[in-house]
C-alpha cells in the first residue's frame, strides 16, 4: 500500500503476508478488545469511589446522581450523532480520539476536586466514551463471517465485563492503601498507553490486506482469488478512499426518498427482512463498505428499519437496569449491606465476572441455538431470568446483609443475564439484522440510534435511584428494576417475529431446494 494507506489504516507491513485468521486477531479483535476495555476502566471512578466523595468532600447524593446523569446525557447526545460522524473518519481515529479523550477528563478532575468541574470534565467523558463501542463494531463487521458472529462477538463482548473488572479491582486496590485521588490517577494511565497501542494497530478493513470479505475468506478463497474478484480494492490513494462519486450520491438519496436501502437486495425494506435476504443476493461485506463509505443514516430512517424500534425499547429498559447496578452497586452495599468501602468496590465486580462468562457462553450458545439464526430468543430467556433474580434482592435484603457469597453468587447470574443479552443486541444481532435488510455497512448506524436511545434510559438511571431509595427504600429500586427487565423482554416481540418468520422463510427455500 502506499504511504497514505498505511497512515490511514495502521502500520500494515505486507512484504510476509501473515494468515487471515492471525491479522484478524492482531489488528481487529485484540486491539479493539483491549480498547473498549480500557474505556470501561475510566467510567468506574466515580461510582467507585462514590462513598468518598460523598464522605469527604461532601457531596450530596443528589449531586452525585447529577454527575452520572450529566455523563450519560451527553453519552446519549454522542452515540446518536455517531451515524453522522462514524462514516467521515476512520475508526481507528475515533477509537484513539476516545481513549486519550476520556484518559485526560478523569486525570483532570483528580487535581480540580469541585463539583461543577466534575460535572463539566465527567460530561465531556461521556461524550468521548461515546466514541468507542460503534467504532469497535464498525472496525470489527467486515472481518467477520455470519456464520461465527455469534461465538467472536460474543468473546469480544466479554470486554464490557472484563473492563468492569479490571476498573472495580484497580480503583478498590488503589483506594485502600491511598485516596480517591491516586484511584483517578491511576485509572488515567492505562488508558492512555492502550490509545497509543490502537493507534499502532487497529487496521480498518481486511482490504488493506488484499482479502475481499470474511466470507470468502473462510470459504477458502486465496487472496489472489479474491483480489481478482475485487478489482477496485483498497490499493486506492486517500482521496478516492474518502469520496462518493456523484452517481452514488444520487443513487443513494433516491433510494432515501423511496425508503429504499441502498443494496442489491429486494427494493422494499420490510420485504427484505421478512424474506431473510442471503448472501447470495446481497452485496458482499467489502464491497457494501467501499461503495458507501461517506453516506450517512439519519435516526428517522433508522427507525423505519423493521426491529429496531423495538430493539431500542428493549435496550433503553435494559440501560436502565444494568446503570442502576453499575453506578449504584458499591453503594449499596456500603450503605445498606454494611460491607467496607474498598470491599465493597470487590464485590460489585461480580456483575461483571458473571457478565464475562455469560457473554461468552452465550456467544457460543447463539451460534448453536437455531444455526445462529435465534439469536432474539436468547436475549428474551436473559431477560426473563434476570427479572426472577432481581426479585431475591428486593425479598432477601435482610438476609443479604453480611452474606458475601450469597450477594456474589447473585450479582454474578444477574450480571450474566445482563450483559449476554447486551452483547448479542449491539453485536451479531444487529449485524444479522442489517445484512438482513440489506444495510451492513449501516451497521454502526444503526447501532449507534439503538445504543443512543439505550443511553437515555441509562441517564434517567440517576434521579430514579435517588427517589426511589429515598422516598420508598432500597427494595423499591429492585422491585423496579425487575419491572423494567419484564417490559424489556416484551418490546422485543416484533424482532423476535421478524427472526422467526426469517428463520421460517429459510426452511421453506431449503425445503423446495431438495424436492
Known amino acids: 500500500p502506499t504511504l497514505p494507506s498505511l497512515w490511514s489504516h495502521g502500520m500494515v507491513m ?20 483491549l480498547a473498549y476495555v ?53 475508526s481507528r481515529t475515533i477509537i484513539v480520539v476516545g481513549l486519550v479523550g476520556s484518559a485526560s477528563c478523569v486525570a483532570a478532575f483528580s487535581v ?43 468473546v469480544w463482548g466479554s470486554c464490557q465485563a472484563v473492563g468492569g473488572v479490571a476498573g472495580n479491582w484497580l480503583i478498590a486496590s488503589v483506594l485502600a492503601v491511598a485516596t480517591w485521588r491516586e484511584s483517578f490517577l491511576a485509572a488515567a494511565f492505562p488508558v492512555a498507553i492502550i490509545g497509543l497501542y490502537s493507534f499502532l494497530s487497529i ?15 473462510s470459504s477458502g478463497a486465496s487472496r489472489e482469488d479474491q ?18 462519486t456523484d452517481d452514488e450520491v444520487s443513487k443513494h438519496q433516491q433510494q432515501k426518498k423511496n425508503n429504499t436501502p441502498t443494496t442489491q437486495t429486494p427494493t422494499n425494506t420490510t420485504t427484505a427482512a421478512t424474506t431473510n435476504t442471503t448472501s447470495e443476493t446481497a452485496v458482499p461485506v467489502a464491497q457494501q463498505q467501499q461503495n458507501t463509505s461517506t453516506t450517512t443514516l439519519s435516526t428517522s430512517t433508522a427507525l423505519g428499519v423493521p426491529g429496531v424500534l423495538g430493539m431500542s425499547v428493549s435496550y433503553f429498559c435494559q440501560k436502565l437496569v444494568r446503570y442502576s447496578l453499575l453506578f449504584w452497586l458499591p453503594f449499596y452495599l456500603t450503605k445498606v449491606l454494611n460491607f467496607s468501602v474498598s470491599f465493597a468496590g470487590f464485590l460489585s465486580a461480580a456483575l461483571e465476572i458473571g457478565g464475562a462468562v455469560g457473554s461468552v457462553g452465550t456467544g457460543f450458545l447463539a451460534d448453536w441455538y437455531g444455526n445462529g439464526k435465534r439469536r432474539v430468543s436468547l436475549c428474551c430467556y436473559s431477560l426473563g431470568t434476570c427479572a426472577l433474580f432481581l426479585a431475591f434482592f428486593g425479598l432477601f435484603q435482610a438476609q443479604l446483609s453480611g452474606s458475601t457469597t450469597l450477594t456474589f453468587i447473585l450479582c454474578c447470574i444477574i450480571g450474566a443475564c445482563l450483559y449476554s443479552c447486551d452483547t448479542m443486541m449491539t453485536g451479531a444481532v444487529i449485524q444479522d439484522l442489517s445484512e438482513r435488510v440489506g444495510l451492513l455497512h449501516h ?47 416484551v418490546a422485543l416481540v416484533s424482532p423476535l417475529r421478524l427472526e422467526l418468520d426469517a428463520q421460517s422463510a429459510q426452511q421453506k427455500k431449503e425445503g423446495r431446494q431438495r424436492s
Open 14 to 33: 505486507v512484504e510476509e503476508m501473515p494468515s487471515f485468521g492471525r491479522v484478524r486477531f492482531t489488528r481487529a479483535l485484540l486491539p479493539t478488545y
Open 38 to 90: 480500557a474505556l470501561l476502566i475510566v467510567r468506574k471512578p466515580v461510582a467507585i469511589t462514590r462513598v468518598e466523595l460523598h464522605d469527604t468532600l461532601g457531596f450530596s447524593t443528589l449531586s452525585l446522581a447529577w454527575v452520572d446523569t450529566i455523563f450519560l446525557t451527553t453519552y446519549s447526545i454522542g452515540q446518536m450523532c455517531f451515524g453522522h460522524i462514524g462514516p467521515k473518519f476512520s
Open 112 to 154: 480540580l476536586p469541585f463539583l461543577p468541574f466534575l460535572l463539566l470534565v465527567w460530561g465531556l467523558n461521556g461524550l468521548f466514551q461515546s466514541l468507542g463501542w460503534h467504532s469497535c463494531l464498525k472496525t470489527l463487521t467486515p472481518w467477520l463471517a455470519q456464520q461465527e458472529r455469534g461465538r467472536v462477538m460474543g
Open 203 to 217: 487496521v480498518d478493513s481486511p482490504l488493506v490486506y488484499g482479502w475481499n470479505t470474511a466470507e470468502t475468506t
Open 227 to 244: 483480489q481478482q474478484q475485487q478489482p477496485n480494492n483498497m490499493m486506492k490513494d486517500e482521496r478516492e478512499e474518502t469520496t462518493t
Open 443 to 489: 451497521a454502526s448506524g444503526i447501532s449507534g440510534v439503538i445504543g443512543g436511545i439505550g443511553a437515555v434510559g441509562s441517564i434517567l438511571q440517576g434521579p430514579m435511584t435517588a427517589f426511589l431509595t429515598e422516598q420508598f427504600g432500597w427494595s423499591s429500586l429492585f422491585y423496579a428494576l425487575l419491572v423494567l427487565s419484564v417490559l424489556a423482554l
